[in-house]
């Protein structure tokens, strides 16, 4: 089952390069500790997963990178091919000359439809080469113009088109202190869209990978690079193969098959849902969670902590909520290593600061004209908002 | 890539633009050793094959011919272009890219507009068509004029009204000396406000820049490398006020120093549309972000450092201090105080070896001051 990776913007496609670059190392290291067929078996489904294979021997990655300007996709695909070990198609990178100008209208309503039936293409042809599609991963940024609007289209675009295939989109969260000045509009704006197109957002934060390589890796001038191989390196140890908690002895099938789509209670259920509150309020309640363990004594973890009923809301089992995958082949030089995907209220707490900013630069109409400019107008934004704030509504009566 | 056409309009406007032309090709021999006309230079230059007669012979790719630089000169006196025309850059400027008339404007907005503007708008029009489709994806104008003056303030501001006509889609980014306040121009604020009426019209961005300011910053200079405090860490010529190694050599002209500050200060502005970087900030983007209401588009623009550093390596302080001068009203290009005002919007653009903990380190630290703060990184060093 094979994952067609989007790369889009100058964020996503820097980091589209980390992560597969992460994911050949780990697939070609020496010591998997385990077994060679193990080994063997691990590798094959990594590389059909993320890699087809070329006349040369030379793995091209499944991935088609878009950009509005041609700086980043050049040094992007250069990188690649002068790494030597894999390397990008020749024919799967789409950008023109000007930009987006952090705007996510031009991203959205111009770069769009103007280039929509050529970006298809390009996924179509990535799609016709796997043997069996199991979804797209589509890697972006929100604060800018072409990862976030052109982005958000895309999603749109392939739930028409593919609309079987899960679609998941890992979505960069700018530095609170900012990196662009328009970047709360531009995020609300892309979380609007995709909370209707896409199936799960994976979210990173970039306060939160700095502060992981200032204090756990003790970086002292931390660059874009490093923030991207930590990125890299969580995303990888996500995705490569794993078996199923059924443990059966083939490598889990589908890769992006976790069950995201949780139902919300009954509208009949309201004691219910008081009882939570009862918890305490910065109590962090989980609607779902997924670990993944690789490495040694994998079977023999304690996970009890996890079962734990407090942690997830009052209705839904723990044992619904909670899945575990493990692998007894360790991820890239670690012993062992485990990774949590959670879906909870963590992200509240981001989603409603960005919601606030935004919507107090929208109360004094400042840079609307330049989204309007491009056919977005101010119901669009207050239809934006009114969906966050929704969805904030949501999590909190988790 | 994308092209930028320079428009310089003016006594005022040709001689900053003629410094801004040595300083640019500076930079591009500095960091394009092989001499292959590539993408960065294609923003500002043309490589043009120049044994082919007539207008041809342009070439997109190898190596480097004959650089042309994408610029017109219009003066409507003949002193400042011949003087240009006779220097070392005679040859980055095409005959056919220039505009001249004998009589000049007499320190006269109304006939540099109207007299001069409806007299030479078809020429005009011609060559700024013809220097559009020498380029690949035109993005900007850069017009470069003094507002206390005749033509420069006057057919400048004039021109402003024509490129928004013609070409709606290109970003007009306007460099504008202000007269400062001891100005030898007597009819210098008539002249202002007619071209600043104009400006808030027709242009997208302006970088208002005066001149006492820049004799402000080129005296802090001097006095700084005069007094040998700094010992041996910084050069003694100052890469920012001076044309290391040569443009005119026969006698400093007073305004040279100063100039070169103000075509340092573009250069840097299009640095990272130019080369590449971990966090690039494209002309449109700095519309975009700073912005955010279409009349109000005045940006105040500062540099630091001022002197040149001998180890390129800097030390955090060093940074730190870099950080806090760029906000500091000594280092501005105009007299102004935003601390006892407010910020609307900043941009900061950083060139050469600076990673992204220190920006935001430095980002934090101002967090007092600024609420609002898009960053720009690029990575060649100059």
């Given at each position: 089952m094979s994952i067609v990776?989007?790369?889009?913007?100058?964020?996503?496609?820097?980091?589209?390069?980390?992560?597969?670059?992460?994911?050949?190392?780990?697939?070609?290291?020496?010591?998997?500790?385990?077994?060679?067929?193990?080994?063997?078996?691990?590798?094959?489904s990594?590389?059909e997963r993320f890699?087809?294979?070329?006349?040369?021997?030379?793995?091209?990655?499944r991935?088609?990178?878009?950009?509005?300007?041609?700086?980043?996709?050049?040094?992007?695909?250069?990188?690649?091919?002068?790494?030597?070990?894999?390397?990008?198609?020749?024919?799967?990178?789409?950008?023109?000359?000007?930009?987006?100008?952090?705007?996510?209208?031009?991203?959205?309503?111009?770069?769009?439809?103007?280039?929509?039936?050529?970006?298809?293409?390009?996924?179509?042809?990535?799609v016709?080469?796997c043997d069996s599609l199991s979804g797209f991963f589509?890697?972006?940024?929100?604060?800018?113009?072409?990862?976030?609007?052109?982005?958000?289209?895309?999603?749109?675009?392939?739930?028409?088109?593919y609309?079987n295939s899960l679609k998941m989109?890992?979505?960069?969260?700018?530095?609170?202190?900012?990196?662009?000045?328009?970047?709360?509009?531009?995020?609300?704006?892309?979380?609007?869209?995709?909370?209707?197109?896409?199936d799960?957002?994976?979210?990173?934060?970039?306060?939160?990978?700095?502060?992981?390589?200032?204090?756990?890796?003790?970086?002292?001038?931390?660059?874009?690079?490093?923030?991207?191989?930590?990125?890299?390196?969580?995303?990888?140890?996500?995705f490569?193969p794993?078996?199923?908690?059924?443990?059966?002895?083939?490598?889990r099938r589908n890769p992006l098959g976790i069950?995201?789509?949780?139902?919300?209670?009954?509208?009949?259920?309201?004691?219910?849902?008081?009882?939570?509150?009862?918890?305490?309020?910065?109590?962090?309640?989980?609607?779902?969670?997924?670990?993944?363990?690789?490495?040694?004594?994998?079977?023999?973890?304690?996970?009890?902590?996890?079962?734990?009923?407090?942690?997830?809301?009052?209705?839904?089992?723990?044992?619904?909520?909670?899945?575990?995958?493990?692998?007894?082949?360790?991820?890239?030089?670690?012993?062992?290593?485990?990774?949590?995907?959670?879906?909870?209220?963590?992200?509240?707490?981001?989603?409603?600061?960005?919601?606030?900013?935004?919507?107090?630069?929208?109360?004094?109409?400042?840079?609307?004209?330049?989204?309007?400019?491009?056919?977005?107008?101010?119901?669009?934004?207050?239809?934006?908002?009114?969906?966050?704030?929704?969805?904030?509504?949501?999590?909190?009566?988790? | 890539?994308?092209?930028?056409?320079?428009?310089?309009?003016?006594?005022?406007?040709?001689?900053?633009?003629?410094?801004?032309?040595?300083?640019?090709?500076?930079?591009?021999?500095?960091?394009?050793?092989?001499?292959?006309?590539?993408?960065?230079?294609?923003?500002?230059?043309?490589?043009?094959?120049?044994?082919?007669?007539?207008?041809?012979?342009?070439?997109?790719?190898?190596?480097?011919?004959?650089?042309?630089?994408?610029?017109?000169?219009?003066?409507?006196?003949?002193?400042?272009?011949?003087?240009?025309?006779?220097?070392?850059?005679?040859?980055?400027?095409?005959?056919?890219?220039?505009?001249?008339?004998?009589?000049?404007?007499?320190?006269?907005?109304?006939?540099?507009?109207?007299?001069?503007?409806?007299?030479?708008?078809?020429?005009?029009?011609?060559?700024?068509?013809?220097?559009?489709?020498?380029?690949?994806?035109?993005?900007?104008?850069?017009?470069?004029?003094?507002?206390?003056?005749?033509?420069?303030?006057?057919?400048?501001?004039?021109?402003?009204?024509?490129?928004?006509?013609?070409?709606?889609?290109?970003?007009?980014?306007?460099?504008?000396?202000?007269?400062?306040?001891?100005?030898?121009?007597?009819?210098?604020?008539?002249?202002?406000?007619?071209?600043?009426?104009?400006?808030?019209?027709?242009?997208?961005?302006?970088?208002?820049?005066?001149?006492?300011?820049?004799?402000?910053?080129?005296?802090?200079?001097?006095?700084?490398?005069?007094?040998?405090?700094?010992?041996?860490?910084?050069?003694?010529?100052?890469?920012?006020?001076?044309?290391?190694?040569?443009?005119?050599?026969?006698?400093?002209?007073?305004?040279?120093?100063?100039?070169?500050?103000?075509?340092?200060?573009?250069?840097?502005?299009?640095?990272?549309?130019?080369?590449?970087?971990?966090?690039?900030?494209?002309?449109?983007?700095?519309?975009?972000?700073?912005?955010?209401?279409?009349?109000?588009?005045?940006?105040?623009?500062?540099?630091?450092?001022?002197?040149?550093?001998?180890?390129?390596?800097?030390?955090?302080?060093?940074?730190?201090?870099?950080?806090?001068?760029?906000?500091?009203?000594?280092?501005?290009?105009?007299?102004?105080?935003?601390?006892?005002?407010?910020?609307?919007?900043?941009?900061?653009?950083?060139?050469?070896?600076?990673?992204?903990?220190?920006?935001?380190?430095?980002?934090?630290?101002?967090?007092?001051?600024?609420?609002?703060?898009?960053?720009?990184?690029?990575?060649?060093?100059?």
């Amino acid at each position: 089952m094979s994952i067609v990776t989007v790369q889009l913007g100058q964020c996503g496609n820097q980091i589209g390069f980390e992560v597969f670059d992460a994911l050949y190392t780990d697939s070609h290291c020496p010591q998997g500790l385990c077994s060679k067929r193990e080994n063997e078996a691990y590798q094959a489904s990594c590389k059909e997963r993320f890699f087809s294979e070329e006349e040369n021997g030379v793995p091209v990655a499944r991935a088609v990178l878009v950009d509005m300007e041609p700086k980043v996709t050049n040094q992007t695909l250069s990188k690649a091919a002068q790494s030597g070990r894999w390397k990008y198609g020749q024919h799967s990178c789409f950008c023109q000359k000007q930009g987006s100008g952090n705007n996510w209208a031009y991203g959205y309503s111009v770069h769009g439809p103007r280039h929509e039936e050529s970006i298809m293409n390009l996924i179509q042809k990535e799609v016709e080469k796997c043997d069996s599609l199991s979804g797209f991963f589509i890697i972006m940024s929100m604060a800018g113009g072409t990862g976030s609007g052109l982005g958000a289209f895309v999603t749109q675009n392939l739930q028409d088109q593919y609309s079987n295939s899960l679609k998941m989109n890992q979505i960069i969260w700018p530095y609170g202190t900012g990196e662009v000045i328009v970047q709360n509009y531009n995020s609300i704006l892309t979380l609007s869209h995709l909370y209707r197109s896409s199936d799960a957002l994976l979210v990173h934060e970039n306060d939160a990978l700095h502060k992981i390589c200032a204090k756990l890796m003790n970086i002292k001038q931390i660059s874009f690079s490093d923030i991207n191989q930590v990125l890299a390196h969580q995303l990888g140890s996500v995705f490569q193969p794993t078996y199923s908690v059924e443990g059966s002895c083939h490598y889990r099938r589908n890769p992006l098959g976790i069950d995201w789509q949780v139902r919300p209670p009954l509208s009949g259920l309201p004691t219910l849902g008081k009882a939570s509150l009862n918890r305490g309020l910065h109590f962090n309640m989980s609607i779902a969670n997924l670990v993944i363990l690789r490495g040694k004594d994998v079977h023999s973890a304690d996970l009890g902590g996890f079962k734990d009923s407090a942690l997830y809301t009052s209705w839904l089992e723990p044992i619904n909520a909670f899945n575990v995958w493990k692998t007894q082949r360790a991820f890239s030089k670690y012993e062992k290593s485990a990774a949590l995907v959670s879906n909870s209220q963590f992200l509240l707490k981001p989603l409603d600061t960005i919601v606030g900013k935004a919507w107090n630069m929208f109360a004094s109409k400042a840079y609307i004209h330049q989204y309007t400019k491009f056919g977005i107008e101010e119901e669009d934004f207050l239809d934006s908002f009114t969906l966050l704030e929704q969805v904030v509504a949501s999590y909190c009566n988790v | 890539m994308t092209q930028s056409v320079v428009v310089q309009v003016g006594q005022c406007g040709n001689q900053i633009g003629c410094c801004f032309w040595d300083l640019a090709l500076r930079e591009h021999a500095a960091v394009n050793q092989k001499g292959i006309y590539d993408e960065a230079i294609s923003s500002f230059f043309r490589n043009v094959d120049t044994r082919v007669v007539g207008d041809g012979g342009s070439i997109s790719k190898g190596k480097i011919c004959s650089l042309k630089a994408r610029a017109v000169l219009i003066d409507m006196e003949e002193g400042v272009v011949n003087e240009i025309l006779q220097g070392p850059l005679r040859d980055v400027f095409d005959s056919k890219q220039l505009i001249t008339d004998i009589s000049g404007s007499g320190n006269n907005w109304a006939v540099g507009h109207k007299v001069f503007g409806s007299l030479y708008q078809e020429q005009i029009l011609e060559k700024l068509r013809k220097s559009a489709e020498h380029c690949d994806c035109l993005q900007c104008f850069f017009i470069i004029h003094s507002m206390g003056g005749g033509t420069g303030s006057g057919l400048g501001t004039f021109l402003l009204k024509l490129l928004e006509d013609e070409f709606p889609e290109v970003y007009r980014f306007v460099t504008s000396v202000y007269p400062s306040g001891e100005d030898d121009v007597i009819t210098s604020p008539y002249n202002s406000i007619l071209a600043m009426k104009e400006l808030n019209e027709h242009a997208d961005c302006v970088l208002p820049i005066d001149n006492q300011s820049l004799f402000d910053i080129i005296s802090k200079i001097d006095l700084m490398v005069n007094s040998g405090k700094l010992g041996t860490t910084i050069k003694p010529k100052s890469l920012v006020t001076s044309s290391a190694g040569a443009v005119k050599k026969r006698h400093q002209k007073p305004f040279d120093a100063m100039n070169n500050i103000v075509a340092n200060l573009l250069l840097n502005l299009t640095s990272s549309a130019r080369f590449e970087g971990s966090l690039n900030m494209d002309l449109n983007e700095i519309s975009m972000n700073l912005v955010p209401f279409p009349q109000l588009h005045y940006l105040v623009s500062s540099l630091t450092p001022l002197y040149t550093l001998a180890d390129v390596n800097i030390p955090t302080r060093r940074l730190d201090q870099m950080f806090s001068d760029a906000f500091s009203k000594d280092h501005q290009l105009i007299r102004a105080d935003p601390k006892h005002s407010l910020y609307l919007a900043c941009a900061l653009m950083v060139r050469g070896n600076v990673q992204v903990s220190d920006l935001r380190r430095n980002i934090e630290r101002f967090n007092v001051l600024l609420t609002k703060c898009p960053l720009a990184h690029c990575q060649t060093v100059p």
